[in-house]
């Protein structure tokens, strides 16, 4: 199995498939195509129909959208357990990694993901709406179903790698979650999802990159 990806410090949609690959416990090579050169569309269209990354290549099976990647995971692993087991928690972790897969273009647009910056950044109008929105979403499905672990739906899902990306934007971006109906529950998931094990091995890696680059 090979998961072929992005630059780490800037490939949202990399992240994602990654760290759910890596929570299923697969074994996989990872083949990594540098963003932001001349040539990075050439080498990435050599390997994916969509001309984007992240790609699964699992023998002849060829799957080019980071969502997609993530159920065919969770159906290839079930033990992994990468959806919750309770059919209400899992139900309401799709939607919310399908409005993440789908949704918030004003913070994609405004503060793409960059793990090597710090600033503080004041968000326009449409990235608070998007804001409120996410502490809205994570506040929701911590009070119903947070019980069994700091992550959105307790413990770790799928759901929690389509956010892991806003964490790492409220981050770099100074975001004031305070300020757009933060009470501290979602400062303190977004804050779980950064301190996450396959996260920090994530950005170890980013890191690396960045010196060599």
């Not at 992005?6 to 299923?24: C, E, M, N, Y």
């Not at 001349?38 to 080498?43: K, V």
């Not at 305070?178 to 890696?205: I, K, N, Q, T």
Request: aromatic share 8%; net charge negative.
């Amino acid at each position: 199995m090979q998961l072929i990806i992005g630059t780490k410090a800037w490939s949202s949609w990399s992240l994602r498939p990654w760290l759910v690959i890596v929570k299923s416990g697969a074994a996989f090579d990872e083949l990594r195509i540098a963003l932001r050169w001349e040539g990075a569309s050439d080498a990435i269209a050599a390997v994916s129909p969509s001309k984007r990354v992240p790609v699964l290549r699992d023998g002849d099976l060829v799957i080019w959208d980071s969502l997609a990647i993530c159920e065919y995971l969770a159906d290839r692993y079930p033990e992994a357990e990468l959806w919750p087991k309770d059919a209400a928690a899992r139900a309401i972790a799709r939607a919310a990694a399908a409005e993440m897969h789908s949704g918030f273009s004003a913070l994609r647009q405004t503060c793409p993901m960059d793990l090597a910056l710090r600033k503080v950044q004041a968000p326009d109008e449409a990235t608070s709406q998007d804001l409120r929105r996410i502490v809205e979403l994570v506040r929701s499905c911590r009070a119903r179903f947070g019980a069994g672990g700091p992550f959105l739906v307790g413990g770790w899902s799928i759901a929690d790698a389509f956010l892991t990306p806003v964490a790492t934007r409220i981050r770099s971006y100074g975001l004031d979650l305070s300020a757009h109906g933060d009470d501290g529950v979602a400062s303190a998931y977004f804050d779980a999802l950064l301190a996450d094990p396959a996260f920090l091995r994530w950005e170890l890696d980013a890191l690396n990159e960045a010196v060599e680059r």
